[in-house]
């Protein structure tokens, strides 16, 4: 695993998860802290890139936006994909996979009987989180596997004390691709980092396309490169910026 290369304003098109990668995680979503600066770090690296810069997150758009200080002027890709929001404003989005309301119904069901769980239910898919109650993985799993098991249009993703259920038709890696076939994208070379298990569709298809893949902390992947946490990556982009904004 190399170490980080230097990220190439001119050339570059990057591509950013949230939860894990720009912010530590936290015991619930909504308890999730934004860093000091890390939204005008997102601002200058935008105006440095281009505007090539997209934020790729499993997140819903309406959960992540307050967060970051809506409106914001760079593209994102929510849901895993399922919702784009382009450079130019446009949206595009998945339609609400058939059987979700099945998957749901379960979810609930289980969360009534446990209330250290989590329902986060968002506009195309679902996510169940169990990070209060490690213990109750496997049930999570086990049940939403059952809720979908008739419905070969839905996938589960089992990410970082949290199991989704999405349609199998998006992944981060289809929404950088959609990207990269659009301005400012077009013509640069990807970059993408993320950590979770649900970011290796993306760190594939950056890399077949000659572009860099970068796992932020431990774990098993098919990045080429790693960085130890979210605080390392942001001072990774901030010199990144820094060097490319004294570069003769």
Same mark, same amino acid.
Request: aromatic share 4%; glycine share 8%.
């Given at each position: 695993?190399?170490?980080?290369?230097?990220?190439?304003?001119?050339?570059?098109?990057?591509?950013?998860?949230?939860?894990?990668?720009?912010?530590?995680?936290?015991?619930?979503?909504?308890?999730?802290?934004?860093?000091?600066?890390?939204?005008?770090?997102?601002?200058?690296?935008?105006?440095?890139?281009?505007?090539?810069?997209?934020?790729?997150?499993?997140?819903?758009?309406?959960?992540?936006?307050?967060?970051?200080?809506?409106?914001?002027?760079?593209?994102?890709?929510?849901?895993?994909?399922?919702?784009?929001?382009?450079?130019?404003?446009?949206?595009?989005?998945?339609?609400? %996979?058939?059987?979700?309301?099945?998957?749901? +119904?379960?979810? !609930?069901? $289980?969360?009534?009987?446990? #209330?250290?769980? &989590? *329902?986060?239910?968002?506009?195309?898919?679902?996510?169940?989180?169990?990070?209060?109650?490690?213990?109750?993985?496997?049930?999570?799993?086990?049940?939403?596997?059952?809720?979908?098991?008739?419905?070969?249009?839905?996938?589960?993703?089992?990410?970082?004390?949290?199991?989704?259920?999405?349609?199998?038709?998006?992944?981060?890696?289809?929404?950088?691709?959609?990207?990269?076939?659009?301005?400012?994208?077009?013509?640069?070379?990807?970059?993408?980092?993320?950590?979770?298990?649900?970011?290796?569709?993306?760190?594939?298809?950056?890399?077949?396309?000659?572009?860099?893949?970068?796992?932020?902390?431990?774990? %098993?992947?098919?990045?080429?490169?790693?960085? +130890?946490?979210? !605080?390392? $990556?942001?001072?990774?982009? #901030?010199?990144? &910026? *820094?060097?490319?904004?004294?570069?003769?």
């Amino acid at each position: 695993m190399s170490t980080l290369p230097r990220l190439q304003a001119e050339r570059s098109a990057l591509f950013l998860d949230f939860d894990g990668t720009l912010a530590d995680l936290a015991q619930r979503p909504d308890a999730v802290r934004v860093p000091p600066a890390l939204v005008e770090l997102l601002h200058h690296l935008h105006l440095r890139l281009d505007g090539a810069l997209a934020l790729v997150t499993g997140r819903a758009r309406d959960d992540l936006e307050p967060m970051l200080a809506s409106p914001w002027p760079w593209a994102a890709a929510f849901e895993h994909g399922a919702v784009r929001l382009s450079r130019q404003g446009g949206v595009a989005t998945t339609t609400r %996979p058939k059987g979700l309301a099945r998957a749901i +119904a379960a979810a !609930e069901h $289980l969360a009534k009987r446990h #209330a250290s769980l &989590l *329902l986060e239910r968002k506009q195309t898919s679902m996510a169940l989180h169990y990070r209060l109650a490690p213990s109750l993985a496997v049930l999570c799993e086990d049940t939403l596997a059952r809720a979908i098991a008739d419905e070969p249009g839905l996938q589960l993703l089992r990410g970082k004390a949290v199991v989704e259920v999405k349609s199998n038709r998006v992944n981060k890696g289809t929404a950088i691709e959609a990207f990269m076939q659009e301005a400012p994208f077009a013509g640069r070379v990807p970059v993408f980092a993320g950590d979770d298990v649900t970011d290796e569709a993306g760190f594939e298809l950056v890399q077949r396309l000659g572009g860099i893949g970068i796992k932020v902390g431990d774990g %098993p992947t098919r990045a080429h490169h790693r960085c +130890a946490h979210p !605080e390392a $990556l942001r001072a990774w982009l #901030a010199d990144s &910026l *820094l060097a490319s904004s004294t570069a003769p």
